[in-house]
């Protein structure tokens, strides 16, 4: 049974970084796809950044230049580096790796 994993979100002031990790167990191996999303209170959920099996890279136009996909096809692990946080980036973090969904990670951007 597949099974996602998020991890590494939290408290941050604004203008700090945190690392998003996202990691996927029974079955997955090799390449993968993947992409992040998050959802805000009272909003719909939205693509932050997406990773193609070529390795081709989409950002939303609200994080481009901050925000950083990336993978480990050994560890089966996917991350998303996210630099100079604002207020607006609190929300939950989703991840999804070839289809399969994670619970998400809360992320908060507050003093």
């Known amino acids: 049974q597949v099974r996602i994993v998020e991890s590494g979100g939290g408290l941050v002031q604004p203008g700090g970084s945190l690392r998003l990790s996202c990691e996927a167990s029974?079955?997955?191996?090799?390449?993968?796809?993947m992409s992040w999303h998050r959802q805000a209170p009272g909003k719909q959920r939205e693509m932050v950044a997406s990773?193609?099996?070529?390795?081709?890279?989409k950002y939303a136009a609200s994080v481009e230049g901050r925000f950083t996909i990336s993978r480990d096809s050994i560890k089966n692990t996917g991350y998303l580096e996210m630099n100079n946080l604002k207020p607006e980036d609190t929300a939950v973090y989703f991840c999804?790796?070839?289809?399969?969904w994670g619970q998400g990670t809360q992320v908060t951007v507050s003093y």
């Open positions: 999804t790796q070839s289809g399969y």
């Open positions: 029974g079955g997955i191996s090799g390449p993968f796809a």
């Open positions: 990773m193609s099996l070529g390795g081709r890279e």
